[in-house]
Structure formats: C-alpha cells, structure tokens
C-alpha cells in the first residue's frame, strides 16, 4: 500500500525558532512536493523536487527552504518561524513521467506562538 | 494570482442529491485536471481526473464534466450520500511537470441524512 509519512501530526513552535518538517515516502517516486493548506486558499505549492539533491522553488517559497538527501526523504525547513507560516502542512509524492496522481501524507498541523 | 477558480465554497446536499461542484482555469497549457477529497484528519486523495481529449468521465457515482472552449470542469456527485461529506479540491496540472499540481480554494460538502 503507498504510504507518505510525515513527522509529526501536531506542531507547536515559538517565532523565530528554525523548525523542520519531515517526510518519508516508500513508494520509490521522484517526485516529491510540499504544500501548504489555508481555510479559503486550498493548497499551494512551497517547494517540490524532480531527484536527490534537486529543488525548485513553488508559488509561496518565501520564508521557506527544503532539503533532499535520499530519494525517500524531503524536509521542510522554516528557517525562522513567524505567526503567518502557521498553517496545515502537507507531504506528497508522485512518479515521474508515468502517472499525474499525488500520494499525500496526513498532514502537519503547525501553530507558530 | 489563482489559476484555478472553485466554486462554490461550501455546499449543503440532501441524502440523495445531486452535488456540483465547478472550477474555471486560465493556463490552456494545462492538460489534466484531477479531483481530490480530503476527509478531516486525513491527506487528500485522489477521486477522479480527465485528461482534455475527452468531455466526461464517470466514476461511478462521480462524473467530471469537462468543457475545454470555456476553460471549465465540474464534478457532479449523484445520489449524494452522508459518506461523502468531505472537502473537494480540484486541480490542474501539466503532464510534463509531474505531479505539480495547482489547485482551487477547496468546497465544503455536507450531505444531510
């Protein structure tokens, strides 16, 4: 069964703190992506990369960096939180190539204080 | 700017009904529109996706109506059930880019027993 796991479920940080959001995908797909859901604005789409070590910058990068070491892992990283960036964070992965449809992880929720 | 445009934003259905749900996009680039539902607590899931070549899909009880001259799809839910209840994102994409997708604001739906 496809699986996109993602750290935590529930995130609580201070403003100015460096947080980082992890997910791990075992279904061997290139594609992974990192999207961010607001009541009203559906989901927009911060960072994706096509390969290991590849970015590219999404709609709404400002504030936000990723990291792709491995194949199975792309992080998140909110290099220095503010109130504005709390928000429902979500995880997908897809091949490349072959099919359009996005696995999704469950979701973070981050609450920036 | 908002390439793909959902309306509307919540929806109240009768057991039984009829659910439509409707999304205008911009980028005649885009070449394949997929629709996700998104129960609470959980990552979106792909329902169903049309490729432009064609004017309706049917899923089931799930139909994508799809008008190309216009820039507009729809999904049509028949005989709406209190299961369905979810939220539902449509979305567009360009089958060179992978699963990037962009999607619209999201509709509420609420089926009634």
């Known amino acids: 069964d496809v699986k996109v796991t993602q750290s935590s479920r529930y995130l609580v940080k201070r403003t100015g703190e460096k947080v980082f959001l992890e997910c791990v995908q075992d279904?061997?797909?290139?594609?992974m992506f990192w999207y961010r859901q607001d009541p009203g604005l559906g989901l927009r789409l911060i960072y994706f990369s096509y390969d290991v070590k590849m970015k590219e910058k999404g709609d709404i990068p400002e504030g936000y960096s990723v990291s792709r070491e491995k194949k199975e892992r792309f992080s998140l990283i909110l290099e220095s939180a503010s109130t504005n960036q709390t928000s429902m964070y979500l995880c997908?992965?897809?091949?490349?190539?072959?099919?359009?449809?996005?696995?999704f992880g469950q979701g973070t929720r981050l609450t920036v204080v | 700017q908002q390439q793909v445009k959902q309306s509307p934003q919540s929806l109240i259905v009768q057991k039984g009904g009829i659910s439509i749900i409707n999304c205008a996009y911009e980028?005649?680039?885009?070449?394949?529109f997929p629709w996700y539902q998104q129960f609470p607590g959980k990552g979106p899931a792909l329902l169903i996706a049309?490729?432009?070549?064609?004017s309706e899909k049917k899923e089931g009880r799930f139909t994508i109506s799809f008008n190309k001259s216009a820039k507009q799809f729809s999904l049509h839910i028949m005989d709406s059930q209190p299961g369905d209840s979810a939220t539902y994102f449509c979305?567009?994409?360009?089958?060179?880019?992978?699963?990037?997708?962009?999607f619209g604001q999201g509709t509420e739906l609420s089926v009634k027993p």
């Open positions: 997908a992965s897809s091949l490349y190539g072959v099919s359009n449809e996005a696995f």
């Open positions: 049309i490729r432009p070549d064609v």
């Open positions: 279904m061997d797909h290139e594609n």
């Open positions: 979305a567009a994409s360009i089958n060179n880019q992978g699963g990037k997708l962009i």
């Open positions: 980028n005649t680039a885009f070449d394949y």
